[in-house]
């Protein structure tokens, strides 16, 4: 069973739909024994930063995902998911992430339009079971205005291009991200949750 974190910063009805689709068993839960007794987490998230790491302290959940991932159980962050695994936003501020992976989120650059909706590639797929049968010329569907900065190159899977290099797929260990949004992406996007799926099982 997958556990969806239902706090309110998601697209979890299509996540939900695509796990079933893939025949994935998932719940959506905020319930920490539930979360603690599952094969994997998905974080998914859209919004602010900010408000999304308060509400993560607010239901006790800050210290059950740091456990979990601690105890080496896959995690799989979306969006704004994939962000909070990181140590800081500078969203309206500057705000402590969860400090599972190392490096800062930023707004993409001024260069581009902003927030950054719409379709492109995956680009620099290194060789990992996480994006097996997938290409160069796979699109997947963003919706963001920040992105990842000054993190470890070797924790990267994938990336695409937009007012400069963005981490689209991260993966350091049980600690996955996906910058744009898999449940929408069409057969690429099955296939991504597929692999993930494959990982847990």
């Known amino acids: 069973m997958i556990a969806i974190v239902d706090y309110g910063a998601g697209n979890i009805k299509s996540l939900q739909f695509a796990l079933n689709k893939l025949n994935l068993a998932s719940c959506l839960t905020t319930d920490v024994q539930t979360i603690e007794q599952s094969n994997a987490i998905i974080l998914p998230g859209v919004g602010a930063f ?11 959940l800050t210290k059950t995902l740091l456990e979990e991932a601690a105890n080496g159980k896959p995690l799989l962050g979306i969006c704004l998911g994939m962000q909070l695994f990181y140590e800081k936003s500078f969203e309206d501020g500057e705000w402590e992430g969860l400090g599972l992976l190392q490096g800062n989120v930023s707004r993409i650059s001024n260069s ?4 950054h909706i719409g379709w492109n590639t995956l680009a620099r797929l290194i060789n990992s079971p996480l994006v097996k049968d997938l290409s160069n010329q796979d699109y997947v569907y963003f919706v963001h205005s920040y992105a990842v900065q000054d993190y470890e190159q070797n924790s990267l899977i994938a990336s695409t291009s937009y007012g400069g290099i963005i981490p689209a797929i991260v993966q350091q260990n049980n600690i996955i991200g996906m910058q744009f949004h898999p449940e929408k992406s069409g057969k690429t996007g099955l296939q991504l949750l597929q692999n993930f799926g494959e990982l847990i099982s």
């Open 50 to 60: 900010k408000d999304a790491m308060e509400t993560l302290d607010h239901l006790g």
């Open 112 to 115: 581009v339009k902003v927030p």
